[in-house]
């Protein structure tokens, strides 16, 4: 059984100019173990829809359709119950580390809290707890750092301590929303041999919002690439890089400046903006900016799946 | 696709609208439409208009002096019959008339000093904020003393000394009050000034006088207008307090303040010469703060500035 | 352009009880380069190399503690206020964030046309406004767009009226700093390609910062690696990416991800050790040398100088000759 299943998730804003399609009819699984990236630009919905499934979306949100987490819809959990499972089974890391630590805690009380609260921990156990966990993601001299507060450590240290959080609770479901955004490229990499190895050890799951192509490219299994709130393709990492079905990945992927190309190469970028999400076009929502669209994409394109379990939403190459 | 295709595509139709610019909607246009769709601003602005209108007009339409002693009806309570609507005080005034009259002077005083205050406040302000260095460093820590002499006693002492001119109240209290002002201001210019905007001018070469001008001040207007609106009753508030310990403006001019000390006096043998001037200021206080917390969440600090 | 030795350095006063202390962070130090007329030279470096101080460092914006920065022979720093204003039509800046660095109560209109009020504060509306539509065309937007708000574009497009604004006095140079950092990366494209494009046509001269290599490469002519304040390599470009000279550019280019899951997995080790010592306490020496899997002795203890090699490219290295750092040959 997969470990998080989504099924049709409808993630909406009601605004003063109306409401806003955040996320439409999402689905996708994840079984332990796997490393799933979410991949899309600004607009396309994929930090709205994990907020949605962790209950996390501001007041003017809401959310509908089924978030099964080992068989249990979190979509109708109350808050208390959604906690028992949030910080535990379940942890999230976000993505601006300043925001996300309280600036007027110390560290030590703002990692051991939650594991505290929910298992139950005795402080001194928590806390050599803790410290393990920051010498495990190469955090020097954790004793010491423990006892900081957040805003006498670097970016990238903060990151560290946020991603030590995290695994401090030895979650079965990691979700990592753009967790190296702002980091520099060596930190990055630190960081995404963490999330490997916790893969590794403890058979995680781990969910990884990312824009970068290059991370994803590296650490992930399988992909879901997301576009105006929908999921346009779907598959392992080798399918979607090496043989992309949907012209939006293929034009996404084509616009990553590599180093491996040749130098004088211009970059293809795809034309235009992406929609608005107060007035979403009817039919396949790519439509403006595909080189490759037709009469037939003013409908709503069918999700097309072959044998490997490679997924897109599009009308090309569907038999007709 | 490149660039190439997409100039191609922009082209025709570029020639095709050029004749038909489309019009921008700043963000002023923004705020006044969030603005409308706060009732309690909108009703308050409404109540403040009537009011303006009452306490402008109205003693000319009704037919008593606000210091005529009408000997048939000493501390009479409000009725029809009698005339006076409101009632009248021990020595006979209409109530209803004085409190207009008063409300004239309440609000008059609520404008000018915070008139006063703004000029004060949003010039040493900018400036402290733009030039920073020892400048602003000097300006502020004169502001931190005045800030810490007991504001009430000064104007108490000025009263006493010049003596109760109406003009002195104003700028008494105008005085004080320029220095929230001014701390607002800086702050706001101070984080203006190290935006990329700014920046942006300065790499062209635009002057500091057009930059306080073109860049700076539109950006502060928000805050400002924001803060004056909820001076105006800070201001009237302390007017009342001041004529309330007696040290207001002098008889026959009255203003709320002064009235809700009459009527103190006699609040138990004639609760409306104390409740209609009351009324009248409460809901004036209201009225302003709750336009000022609309004009607050409409231009609200999240959309830059 | 010409830059020698520049260096900007900021006192910080670290107040205590009993007493102060003064800290001097070296935001750059020791930074020079050549500039000819339609070459686009990219500056690399993580946060804390000092880019930024650099890029406000040429265009004057901050004053240098050390060296000078000619623009066609004249130094700067040395010219009156009225003097370096006229330069300043030369010399643009394009910045990271698209929509802080436009008045959001100006019009697309009056923010382009900011620049031409300035320097020629006689002009004629109608040329303004023939100009200001010309530029836009030029960038790939609207002109009917003209009367908007900056709150009412995409971020690509805000970057658009960003660089619109540069052009606008038709520089020489135009500085960009990390123009692309905050887009998407479609939009990164579209804006990489535009700068391209205008330089080809208007023979302009890039500086292009940027801290992703990968961006860098598709733009550049030259290259300059940047650590700590200090530049540690500037080679020509496609010399930089196969043959880097210093151990820093080459762990910096293994560090970067390649968009292709065999590659990725198959990546080695960048190499890197530690972190990123802070810019108050500079290591010894080559500032790199706390982190460099090529250290020798020399390295803590004498600074080592930008030099020129054989192939022309420049290295602050001391063991420069002898490293052999191929990208793809492993060790």
């Known amino acids: 059984m997969a470990l998080l299943e989504i099924r049709d998730l409808d993630v909406g804003f009601d605004t003063p100019e109306g409401e806003v399609h955040a996320v439409n009819r999402l689905n996708f699984s994840i079984e332990a173990g796997v490393i799933l990236g979410l991949v899309g630009e600004s607009g396309s919905g994929k930090t709205q829809s994990v907020m949605g499934i962790l209950g996390l979306l501001a007041e003017n949100g809401h959310v509908s359709g089924q978030a099964l987490f080992k068989g249990e819809d979190l979509l109708q959990m109350n808050a208390s119950e959604l906690n028992q499972h949030r910080g535990t089974e379940i942890a999230m890391i976000f993505q601006d580390p300043m925001t996300s630590l309280n600036p007027y805690l110390r560290l030590d009380r703002q990692m051991i809290e939650v594991v505290m609260h929910h298992r139950g921990m005795k402080k001194a156990a928590a806390i050599a707890k803790a410290i393990a966990m920051l010498r495990a993601v190469n955090i020097p001299d954790p004793e010491r750092i423990i006892r900081q507060y957040p805003h006498e450590l670097s970016g990238g240290m903060r990151q560290k301590v946020m991603v030590a959080m995290g695994l401090l609770s030895e979650p079965e479901l990691l979700i990592a929303d753009e967790p190296t955004a702002a980091l520099d490229v060596t930190v990055k990499v630190q960081i995404t041999h963490l999330m490997s190895t916790l893969r590794e050890k403890t058979n995680a799951a781990i969910i990884l919002i990312s824009h970068d192509l290059g991370m994803v490219a590296g650490i992930c299994d399988r992909m879901l690439v997301m576009y105006a709130g929908e999921a346009v393709e779907c598959g392992s990492v080798e399918q979607i890089y090496y043989d992309p079905k949907h012209p939006y990945t293929q034009g996404l992927l084509n616009s990553v400046p590599r180093l491996d190309r040749p130098d004088d190469s211009g970059l293809e970028a795809i034309p235009g903006n992406p929609p608005n999400l107060l007035s979403l076009p009817v039919g396949c929502k790519f439509r403006d900016r595909c080189p490759k669209a037709f009469d037939a994409c003013s409908e709503k394109p069918p999700m097309q799946v072959d044998e490997d379990k490679h997924a897109y939403r599009c009308f090309l190459g569907a038999p007709s | 696709m490149t660039k190439e295709a997409d100039q191609s595509v922009v082209d025709p139709f570029a020639a095709a609208l050029e004749v038909i610019d489309v019009k921008g909607r700043s963000p002023w246009e923004d705020a006044w439409h969030r603005l409308l769709k706060n009732r309690a601003a909108v009703y308050s602005s409404f109540i403040m208009a009537a009011m303006f209108l009452m306490v402008v007009f109205g003693p000319m339409l009704i037919s008593w002096e606000p210091d005529f002693t009408d000997w048939d009806y000493t501390s009479s309570p409000p009725s029809l019959a009698s005339g006076h609507w409101f009632g009248t005080d021990a020595v006979g005034r209409d109530i209803l008339v004085r409190t207009l009259t008063g409300g004239r002077i309440s609000l008059m005083v609520g404008l000018v000093a915070t008139l006063v205050s703004l000029v004060i406040g949003v010039s040493y302000g900018a400036t402290a904020g733009y030039f920073g260095g020892t400048a602003d460093r000097i300006m502020m820590r004169i502001v931190d003393i005045i800030y810490a002499l007991p504001f009430m006693f000064f104007i108490i002492l000025l009263m006493v000394v010049f003596g109760r001119h109406i003009l002195l109240i104003f700028v008494a209290i105008g005085a004080i009050n320029w220095l929230d002002m001014a701390r607002i201001v800086r702050g706001q210019t101070l984080s203006l000034k190290n935006t990329e905007f700014v920046e942006a001018a300065k790499a062209c070469g635009v002057s500091d006088w057009d930059i306080i001008r073109r860049h700076i001040t539109p950006n502060l207007l928000g805050v400002v207008i924001v803060y004056v609106t909820l001076t105006i009753p800070q201001v009237i508030l302390v007017e009342s307090f001041l004529s309330f310990l007696g040290l207001g403006v002098q008889e026959p001019m009255s203003s709320w303040g002064a009235l809700v000390s009459d009527g103190a006096q006699d609040m138990e043998s004639a609760p409306w010469t104390l409740i209609v001037p009351s009324v009248f200021l409460t809901v004036t206080l209201y009225c302003f703060n709750y336009i000022g917390d609309g004009l607050r969440d409409a231009l609200d600090p999240k959309d830059h500035f | 352009m010409r830059v020698q030795d520049l260096a900007v350095h900021y006192k910080l006063r670290e107040g205590g009880l009993l007493g102060s202390k003064m800290h001097t962070i070296k935001a750059v130090d020791g930074v020079s380069f050549d500039l000819d007329a339609g070459e686009t030279l990219g500056v690399v470096g993580e946060s804390g190399c000092g880019k930024s101080t650099l890029a406000r460092a040429l265009l004057a914006l901050v004053k240098p503690s050390r060296g000078r920065v000619l623009w066609f022979g004249e130094d700067l720093n040395k010219l009156d206020d009225e003097d370096l204003r006229k330069k300043r039509l030369d010399m643009q800046i394009v910045f990271q964030d698209p929509l802080a660095a436009l008045n959001p109560r100006m019009t697309v209109r009056n923010i382009i046309a900011e620049p031409l009020w300035t320097f020629f504060p006689k002009i004629a509306r109608v040329q303004v406004d023939e100009r200001v539509r010309g530029v836009m065309k030029m960038v790939g937007l609207l002109p009917n767009q003209i009367n908007r708000y900056p709150h009412e574009f995409s971020a690509g497009q805000c970057q658009r009226i960003g660089i619109a604004r540069a052009l606008v006095l038709n520089p020489k140079l135009v500085i960009c700093d990390e123009p692309v950092s905050a887009l ?148």
């Open chain 3, 184 to 331: 998407d990366v479609s939009i990164q494209a579209q804006i990489v390609n535009l700068l391209k494009d205008l330089q080809k046509k208007l023979n302009l001269s890039l500086v292009f910062i940027a801290h992703d290599l990968s961006v860098v490469k598709h733009i550049s002519d030259r290259v300059m690696v940047m650590y700590l304040g200090r530049a540690m390599e500037l080679s020509k470009r496609n010399r930089l990416y196969k043959q880097p000279l210093h151990p820093y550019t080459s762990a910096l280019i293994k560090a970067v991800p390649v968009p292709d899951p065999k590659l990725a997995r198959a990546a080695s080790d960048s190499g890197l050790t530690g972190d990123m010592p802070s810019p108050l306490n500079p290591p010894s020496g080559c500032v790199f040398h706390s982190r460099c899997p090529f250290l020798i002795k020399r390295c803590k203890l004498e600074v080592p100088a930008l030099r020129r090699m054989e192939n022309g490219d420049w290295v602050a290295c001391h063991r420069a000759e002898e490293l052999d750092l191929t990208i793809g040959k492993s060790g």
